[in-house]
Structures are given as structure tokens and as C-alpha cells.
């Protein structure tokens, strides 16, 4: 396993154990990132408009198209280290 997947299994264990519960906009990019280095780029239908979340959900997935998914582990391990410094919230 290289160092920024084990970096990146770390990130995801550290980001249950946050002191605060991050904001929306840093829980989307979150989740997109996750996303987008487990899975790559978006794919599916994108959701109704009666399915806000989803819909949000898939747009800021969606914004990642075409990141390679190591450099989005590596975002995603930068941000989860920021949000354990207390940076961003």
C-alpha cells in the first residue's frame, strides 16, 4: 500500500473522531472528495430537484471530474488534517 493510501485509510478514521461536527460546505467537500478517490469521476443519473442533498451531493462530485484519484486523496487527507488543526470549519 502506497503512502497516501495509508494516509488516506488514516484521514478516514480521524475524520469520526473530530472534535466538532465540520459545516455543510466542508462535509460536501468531504464527501466528494471521498468519492472521487474511491470511485473516480461522477457517474449515474444526477438527482431530481426534489432530492436536494443528493442533488448537492452530485454537483460538488461532479466538480471533481477528471482529478486523478491519488490527488484526491491527497486533498482529502490536507483537509481532513485541517479540520483536526482546527482551520476549517
Known amino acids: 500500500m502506497s503512502d497516501v493510501n495509508a494516509l488516506f485509510a488514516q ?5 469520526q473522531q473530530l472534535p466538532e461536527r465540520p459545516g455543510n460546505l466542508t462535509l460536501l467537500r468531504l464527501y466528494a472528495l471521498f468519492k ?11 438527482p ?22 491519488d490527488t484526491a486523496k491527497q486533498q482529502y487527507v490536507e483537509l481532513v488534517e485541517s479540520l483536526k488543526s482546527g482551520a476549517t470549519s
Do not use: N, P, S
Not at 472521487?36 to 444526477?46: F, M, N, Y
Not at 452530485?58 to 482529478?67: E, I, S
Open 11 to 15: 484521514a478516514q478514521q480521524d475524520v
Open 48 to 69: 431530481g430537484f426534489t432530492d436536494i442533498v443528493g442533488k448537492y451531493k452530485y454537483d460538488a462530485w461532479a466538480a471533481l471530474q477528471g482529478t486523478a484519484q
Open 36 to 46: 472521487q478517490a474511491t470511485e473516480g469521476d461522477v457517474h449515474g443519473d444526477k
